[in-house]
């Protein structure tokens, strides 16, 4: 069974930026994606990047030049730097993986407000 712990969320002025973690732990054979989606209130929630085992990248049309999601295989560890953070990146922030089935991780808030 796989768990999910994430850091990094808080309170950000705009312009600012933030670095979200997510580490994987539990036995497990091999993680193929890993990655990020948010979900703002009062909207459903949307993939914003991810990365295959082999580094292949997505980002979502509105984060693109701005966040770079990055993953280190040894660590089982993939982070999101997220850079000009705007207000409507306001959203709690959830890891997922792929590894046998789909595991999420338990969300972190991201605001952005001056």
């Known amino acids: 069974q796989v768990q999910l712990v994430e850091s990094g969320g808080g309170l950000v002025q705009p312009g600012g930026s933030l670095r979200l973690s997510c580490a994987a732990s539990?036995?497990?054979?091999?993680?193929?994606?890993m990655g990020w989606y948010r979900q703002a209130p009062g909207k459903e929630r949307e993939l914003v990047s991810s990365?295959?085992?082999?580094?292949?990248?997505y980002y979502a049309d509105s984060v693109k030049g701005r966040f770079t999601i990055s993953r280190d295989n040894s660590k089982n560890t993939v982070y999101l730097q997220m850079n000009s953070l705007q207000p409507e990146d306001t959203a709690v922030y959830y890891c997922?993986?792929?590894?046998?089935?789909?595991?999420w991780g338990q969300g972190t808030q991201v605001t952005v407000s001056s």
């Open positions: 539990g036995r497990f054979v091999s993680i193929n994606s």
């Open positions: 990365i295959t085992r082999d580094g292949n990248t």
């Open positions: 997922y993986c792929n590894a046998a089935r789909t595991v």
